[in-house]
């Protein structure tokens, strides 16, 4: 019914950039919330970044002046550029978006498959 998909992980090297693209297709009526989280082998999922349909964005502390995040409503997408990434920025990042369908109508928070981001040292 809706879909999200993620691109743009990979390998980058301690200080580089990256940045990542969410798209969302199918039976949308409107995307309110989007947000980027992530997850690390073993350890709890953490929120990342969110942006409101009113453009209102917040960011974790932990990236909080090295990430960006900014979303296309017209397109359905959403986008995280990712500046001056550290080690611990490994994760696998996913995307997620507080979705209304129309035919039936129906409110939906819907998941990427998630993109793996490796920071090497």
């Known amino acids: 019914q809706v879909q999200l998909v993620e691109s743009g992980g990979g390998l980058v090297q301690a200080g580089g950039s990256l940045r990542l693209s969410c798209a969302a297709s199918?039976?949308?009526?409107?995307?309110?919330?989007m947000r980027w989280h992530r997850q690390v082998l073993g350890k709890q999922l953490e929120l990342v970044a969110s942006?409101?349909?009113?453009?209102?964005?917040n960011y974790a502390d932990s990236v909080k002046g090295r990430f960006t995040i900014s979303a296309d409503y017209a397109k359905n997408a959403m986008y995280l550029q990712m500046n001056s990434l550290k080690p611990e920025d490994t994760a696998v990042y996913y995307c997620?978006?507080?979705?209304?369908?129309?035919?039936?109508?129906?409110?939906?928070?819907?998941w990427g498959q998630g993109t793996l981001v490796t920071v090497s040292s």
């Open positions: 199918g039976n949308i009526f409107s995307i309110n919330t």
């Open positions: 942006i409101a349909s009113s453009g209102i964005t």
């Open positions: 997620n978006a507080d979705i209304a369908t129309q035919y039936p109508f129906d409110t939906l928070d819907a």
